[in-house]
T-cell receptor
Framework: SAVISQKPSRDICQRGTSLTIQCQVD?????MFWYRQQPGQSLTLIAT?????????ESGFVIDKFPISRPNLTFSTLTVSNMSPEDSSIYLC?????????????FGEGSRLTVL | GQNIDQPTEMTATEGAIVQINCTYQ??????LFWYQQHAGEAPTFLSY????GLEEKGRFSSFLSRSKGYSYLLLKELQMKDSASYLC???????????????FGTGTQLKVEL
């Protein structure tokens, strides 16, 4: 199974600032995703991080607010820009490993952001 | 799009059996996942069903009926450590180009008591 390292694991940020979250995988993976989990909520997909091209964003999420980089098959970053208290969430990096007819989605430990 | 429904919370007794249901209404389907998430931790994979029927893995089993848009997760011989949130997630059909996207339900918070 893939081992995913995220950092920072948690941070307290000031309103209006930006923070970049890094995700490192111990093996090459084709599909990498960024999810958000707001307090008491389930996971919501922000975007698919595509290697060598622009990320694919889900409805309600835009590149200006959540720029994503994917320079190679083992690394990605998510930036939360111009933060407000509503951005306080856990941000999770995930990768898909195909297994036969299906696949398994592995998650990093998450980055817990608190915006004051 | 996908609409996924799960009970918000359930309580069960240590040693007992509990069934957590998940229903979904989708424009397409390419598999259903169950994840376990302990408070403050990342979700961990439990099971994946793409064909109808029951998949068994030790104390955990997962069932799928595609015609009914229904799945359940069955936990046997409950232990205190099984207290967690259980997330049902549906995978988009490959043909739409979103074949690797998962849409998650809101999760069922299971509390195991003595």
């Amino acid at each position: 199974s893939a081992v995913i390292s995220q950092k920072p694991s948690r941070d307290i940020c000031q309103r209006g600032t930006s923070l970049t979250i890094q995700c490192q995988v111990d093996s090459q993976v084709t599909m990498m995703f960024w999810y958000r989990q707001q307090p008491g909520q389930s996971l919501t997909l922000i975007a698919t991080a595509n290697q060598g091209s622009e990320a694919t964003y889900e409805s309600g999420f835009v590149i200006d607010k959540f720029p994503i980089s994917r320079p190679n098959l083992t690394f990605s970053t998510l930036t939360v820009s111009n933060m407000s208290p509503e951005d306080s969430s856990i941000y999770l990096c995930s990768v898909l490993q195909e297994r036969g007819i299906g696949g398994e989605l592995f998650f990093g430990e998450g980055s817990r952001l608190t915006v004051l | 799009g996908q609409n996924i429904d799960q009970p918000t919370e359930m309580t069960a007794t240590e040693g007992a059996i509990v069934q957590i249901n998940c229903t979904y209404q989708t424009s397409g389907f390419n598999g259903l996942f169950w994840y376990q998430q302990h408070a403050g931790e990342a979700p961990t994979f439990l099971s994946y069903n793409v064909l109808d029927g029951l998949e068994e893995k030790g104390r955990f089993s997962s069932f799928l009926s595609r015609s009914k848009g229904y799945s359940y997760l069955l936990l046997k011989e409950l232990q205190m450590k099984d207290s967690a949130s259980y997330l049902c997630a549906v995978r988009d059909p490959i043909l739409t180009g979103g074949g690797n996207k998962l849409t998650f339900g809101t999760g069922t918070q299971l509390k195991v008591e003595l």
